[in-house]
């Protein structure tokens, strides 16, 4: 069964750093593409950054230079860096696996917290 586990979140001041992972078991990971998604109170869920296979990378305007995706496929792992952390970047983070052939994510993390204070 596939699984995706998120890990590193946590409460940051505002111009702060966090990096989180995500961690794939039971999934050929090197020929998914990966995302990380983010979830606010009373807000949609969006994707933040994504990966491909090849390590073609994309961010969302908002985050453009402040986050970095990155994925070790030796480990199994995509990373996301945070820095410059603002108090709207708050949210439950997700992680995502996403086929060639999909249009959409195909197997989703349980989501990890990250919550940026003044």
């Known amino acids: 069964q596939v699984q995706l586990v998120e890990s590193g979140g946590g409460l940051v001041q505002a111009g702060g750093s966090l990096r989180l992972s995500c961690a794939a078991s039971e999934l050929p990971f090197s020929m998914y593409a990966m995302g990380w998604f983010r979830q606010a109170p009373g807000k949609e869920r969006e994707l933040v950054a994504s990966?491909?296979?090849?390590?073609?990378?994309d961010y969302v305007d908002s985050v453009k230079g402040r986050f970095t995706i990155s994925r070790v496929n030796a480990k199994n792992t995509v990373y996301l860096q945070m820095n410059s952390l603002k108090l709207e970047d708050t949210a439950v983070y997700y992680c995502?696996?996403?086929?060639?052939?999909?249009?959409?994510?195909?197997?989703w993390g349980q989501g990890t917290q990250v919550t940026v204070s003044s």
């Open positions: 995502g696996a996403r086929s060639r052939w999909s249009s959409g994510y195909d197997y």
């Open positions: 990966i491909n296979s090849g390590g073609g990378t």
